[in-house]
């Protein structure tokens, strides 16, 4: 009796071992890539908010608490940097991993301008697609659209969705510009066939108003530059005609970019994504919502400024809410720096009080000076990244290496260097040295130090007063001891200067 149990005991054991086996080596199948152990990626990316105009960037006149959680729950970078100091290059180099001096095509792009980044070109949404990502682009585009000569009125290609993106809702360039509507994987959003879209770069369509026939019909007084077609009573660089039904409210732009970026990770929360969610503010035209009016005491741009925190923080409780927070890589940061009047009359100037946009920096949006391309620079991943300020070198231009390999897709890029580890806080290690752009010049950054070659042109930017940082001798400047840039120490330091030179030169070749 007893040898029965025993042996009646050995068989169930024997069995459910074997089956236990076999679910077991079912289990161990996995994918060469295990998509469940990736984070999801979020870039939310803003538009010319400068080095100081967050509270967790020393701001004392506007406070920014849902930002300031990302800075304090993350990595706050004190030297992060664009690529430029204007948004187009910038753009380009973040999502290609390539300096935008490279393509002489990369400068502040038209609303009707051709795609400036190749079909056959390596960029961050390929690389994640390859890597088992859905990725996707909400917000500003401006980075061009088709081959030439865009019919707005057909499907438009090639768009970001030729470029890596699988689903890609945008506006077309900036606010300020034409064609005012959004472009929906390619299609205009709301477009009534009987009423075509015309948009016209170069000359307006015959009986249409603009900002010079028709001032009566303005409801924002434009400075420079912003005086071509009116839409909902401003007016905008460019000549549009038509596609009256699929015009945007400016007004709602926030509130409609959140909810699609809302919608969207709701929509992909159990596959792994990539999420580019490029805000407009606080680019002009300035127009918050009527909910944030008057909220800041700085006028429209400190209200977008509110307006745009708001948003963010709506977008995290999204995350928590759909349980992804603890899964989500979220990078922060601006495409280049401040600037106040850039085109309409909206009292930035007259009511900008203490707050200083540049942080202490010199320069500005449009300048080789620090405030032009240093930016506001945060990486945030709950329950991994330990919370942390780091002066290490880091710039978007790596995001695709770094990246790439965190979701183990090592590929050669031409510029963009692995710096995950520092992205996550685990390093203090950056770049030692990078090359920034501003306006078809550079300059460059190089440990403590920048340097900037001589370059002729205006010394201030006439129209929106900052200064470019062109003149015709060389500037030497130690950031470690001068971050205001006020010393130029290329004269009494001549071997330095020197040794920058040959750094500089073998760096662009």
Sequence with gaps: MRTKWLNSSLLIVATMIFFSCKISSKLEVKPPLDMKQQPNIVVIYLDDLGYGDLSCYG?????????????????????????????????????????????????????????????????????????????????????????????WN??????????GFDESYILAATQDRVPTVYIENGHVVGLDKNDPIEVDYKKNFEGEPTAISNPEMLTMKWHHGHNNSIVNGIPRIGY?????????????MADHFLKKAQDYVKNHKRNPFFLYYAMQQPHV????????????????????????????G?????????????????????????????????????????????????????????????????????????????????????????????????????????????????????????????????????????????YKGEVINKNVGNETGNSLEYKLYNLKIDVGQKHNLAKENPQKLKELMVVFENLKQ
């Design 59 to 151: 701001a004392t006149e506007i406070n920014t608490p849902n930002i300031d959680a990302l800075a304090d729950g993350g990595v706050r970078f004190t030297s992060g940097y664009a690529t430029s100091a204007t948004c187009t290059p910038s753009r380009y180099a973040l999502l290609t991993g390539v300096y935008p001096w490279r393509n002489k095509n990369a400068k502040i792009l038209p609303g009707d301008a051709p795609l400036l980044i190749d079909t056959e070109q390596q960029t961050l949404p390929k690389l994640l697609s390859k890597a088992g990502y859905q990725t996707a682009i909400i917000g500003k585009w401006h980075l061009g659209l088709g081959s030439g000569n865009v019919n």
């Design 154 to 163: 057909e499907t438009i290609k090639p768009s970001p969705n030729e470029v």
């Design 240 to 252: 549009m005609k038509g596609g009256n039904d699929a015009k945007w409210s400016d007004v709602d």
């Design 285 to 312: 035209p300035r127009t918050p919502h009527p909910r944030f009016v008057g909220k800041s005491g700085m006028g429209p741009r400190g209200d977008v400024i509110l307006e745009a925190d708001w948003c963010i």
């Design 314 to 454: 709506e977008f995290m409780k999204t995350l928590k809410e759909e349980g992804l927070l603890e899964n989500t890589l979220i990078v922060f940061s601006s495409d280049n720096g401040p600037v106040l009047n850039d085109g309409y009359f909206d009292e930035a100037v007259e009511k900008l009080g203490k707050h200083d946009p540049k942080g202490g920096l010199r320069g500005g949006k449009y300048s080789l000076f620090e405030a032009g391309t240093r930016v506001p620079f945060i990486t945030y991943w709950k329950g991994r990244i330990t919370p942390n300020v780091s002066d290490a070198i880091v710039c978007q231009i790596d995001l695709l290496a770094s990246l790439g390999n965190l979701v183990n897709r090592d590929e050669k890029s031409t510029d963009s260097e692995n710096l995950m580890n520092t992205f996550l806080g685990e390093s203090n290690k950056g770049r030692d040295n990078l090359i920034i752009e501003a306006n078809s010049h550079t300059a460059l950054r190089s440990g403590d130090w920048i340097m900037i070659p001589p």
